[in-house]
């Protein structure tokens, strides 16, 4: 069993169940949703703004000092949060398509962030009751059972997540050649449409490898911390650690990450031409 959590960490699962609660309630009525069209293929209902007031009213309660960046109401709270020492990343429904679609792959993600870097992660499967949670140097967990990612060593033999860059189609070419090369460089690709889940799949050794982009901080924080505490490697397209500002991810076992990023980065540079 689980030892010495942190108390951010039940305070953020308590916020995260409470949003899912919220959301497994509109789950049942969904012909009666209001949904609105933030930009093309990417959409908002009330559950999402109801989800993350919910959790908001949570963090503030306990955590008054701290900054908020949640993806419904941008930033809010005291002073600028941009300097503030810990910032909560919320994305209080990840996985909004799918959900008023009744495909049954979203999620709540809640990271706190101290200079920029996750600290502690929450990400809450409210249909499949899933519970994945980290703190730095304290291991990845689901449902109070130690994770780690998978023993892959090659990815030739990878399972593989991704999601399409819907909000950015600018880089379509060099992500289709992506797709090409590691459809048949892999075993297979999944595209779930909720990110967050999938990289806690990697976490928990479900896929062995994961890259998208044009994700928001809120996309990546809880489930970069996941993988790093579970074993894997995280990083942005150049290899770095900037992931959460550039909004491109490379993740993935020890191994396979490798591989992955330098299949990444060859069709990143060559932008979508024959080169990778």
């Known amino acids: 069993m689980r030892l010495n959590i942190d108390p951010a960490v039940n305070i953020a699962v308590k916020a995260a169940r409470r949003a899912a609660s919220i959301i497994n ?17 990417d959409f908002v209902t009330e559950v999402d703004r109801a989800a993350e007031v919910a959790i908001v009213d949570i963090l503030r309660e306990a955590f008054p000092d701290h900054g908020i960046l949640a993806e419904e109401s941008g930033r809010s709270g005291a002073g600028d949060e941009r300097g503030a020492e810990y910032v909560w990343m919320i994305d209080p429904l990840d996985g909004t398509t799918n959900f008023i679609h009744g495909f049954p792959q979203y999620a709540v993600s809640l990271a706190l962030t101290r200079k920029g870097m996750p600290e502690h992660a929450v990400i809450f499967d409210p249909v499949s009751n899933e519970l994945f949670t980290a703190s730095r140097g304290r291991g990845a967990y689901m449902n109070d059972r130690r994770i780690r990612v998978s023993r892959r060593q090659r990815l030739a033999d990878a399972l593989l997540g991704t999601g399409f860059p819907f909000r950015q189609f600018m ?22 449409g909720a990110a967050a889940l999938d990289l806690a799949y990697v976490a928990s050794g479900r896929l062995d490898g994961f890259w998208e982009i044009g994700l928001s901080p809120w996309d990546m924080a809880a489930g970069a911390l996941l993988i790093q505490e579970a074993g894997g490697f995280v990083a942005d397209f150049d290899g770095e650690g900037d992931y959460l500002k550039s909004g491109n991810i490379v993740a ?12 990444v980065q060859s069709c990143w540079n060559a932008r979508g031409s024959v080169a990778c």
Do not use: C, W
């Open 25 to 41: 309630q509109a789950a049942n009525q969904l012909e009666l949703l209001n949904i609105e069209t933030k930009a093309h293929n």
């Open 252 to 263: 993935g076992t020890p191994k396979v990450f490798t591989e992955l990023l330098l299949v």
């Open 171 to 192: 880089h379509v070419d060099a992500y289709l050649a992506m797709f090409r090369e590691l459809s048949q460089r892999s075993v297979g690709l999944r595209r779930a």
